[in-house]
């Protein structure tokens, strides 16, 4: 059973740049077809897709984000990364780490998440 | 970016009872392989969110029979059959069919 678990600082400073980090543990990360993503969830509001991430380093971003994000992976250290640049207020949110699954004949859906972690933006 | 739309937002229901939760999307979620890349996912109070069902109406492993989806294109249907205490969260609805993934608003469903 896949286990995905979030790290970084809960509060950062604006202006600054946000970096988080997702600790796989119980499955390999070098799995055909699975993405390493970023999901975040604004304080009672609802969910936004940030970006996800193919073992071979493949990146995929939110238009809206792409300017401001950047996603790495390390599957030797079984994790990977999220920094996002250039952090306001409006970037506080809940941060989740989540696998996808990309297969068209099989579907594509989150099916496992971290537990999240609060990242405030405030001076 | 495809737009999600739930209703209702809110669902008050008794114990033993139906559910039904509405999902429309700005942009048809068929793809040419004939599947549909709608998914809906439960958030349970503290929780991160799970997934329930995915291309429409396939049940995800471990959940109960008694959810279903339905739809095609632009409308989908996330039902429970008898709704239990367990079943208290938000659901939410979300495109897969092009980046940006995009969610629904949620709705929230409590026991009366």
């Given at each position: 059973q896949v286990q995905l678990q979030e790290s970084g600082p809960g509060l950062v400073k604006p202006s600054q740049t946000l970096s988080l980090t997702c600790t796989v543990s119980g499955d390999s990360m070098i799995s055909h077809g699975y993405y390493w993503s970023w999901i975040r969830q604004h304080p009672e509001k609802g969910l936004e897709w940030i970006s996800y991430i193919y073992y071979t380093g493949d990146t995929y971003y939110n238009p809206s984000l792409k300017s401001r994000v950047t996603m790495s992976v390390d599957t030797s250290k079984h994790h990977f990364s999220l920094k996002m640049s250039s952090v306001t207020a409006?970037?506080?949110a809940v941060y989740y780490c989540a696998r996808y699954y990309d297969n068209s004949d099989w579907g594509r859906y989150f099916d496992h998440w971290g537990q999240g972690t609060l990242v405030t933006v405030s001076s | 970016d495809i737009v999600m739309t739930q209703s209702p937002l809110s669902l008050p229901v008794t114990p033993g009872e139906p559910a039904s939760i509405s999902c429309r999307s700005s942009q048809s979620l068929l793809h040419s392989n004939g599947y549909n890349f709608l998914g809906w996912y439960l958030q349970?109070?503290?929780q991160s969110?799970?997934?329930?069902?995915y291309l429409g109406s396939n049940r995800a492993s471990g959940v109960p029979?008694?959810?279903s989806g339905s739809g095609s294109g632009t409308d989908f249907t996330l039902q429970i059959s008898r709704v239990e205490a367990?079943?208290?969260?938000?659901?939410y609805c979300m495109?897969?069919?092009q980046i940006p993934q995009t969610f629904?608003?949620?709705t929230k469903l409590e026991i009366k």
């Open positions: 409006a970037d506080t | 349970k109070s503290g969110p799970q997934l329930l069902i029979d008694r959810f367990e079943d208290v969260g938000i659901y495109q897969s069919l629904g608003q949620g």
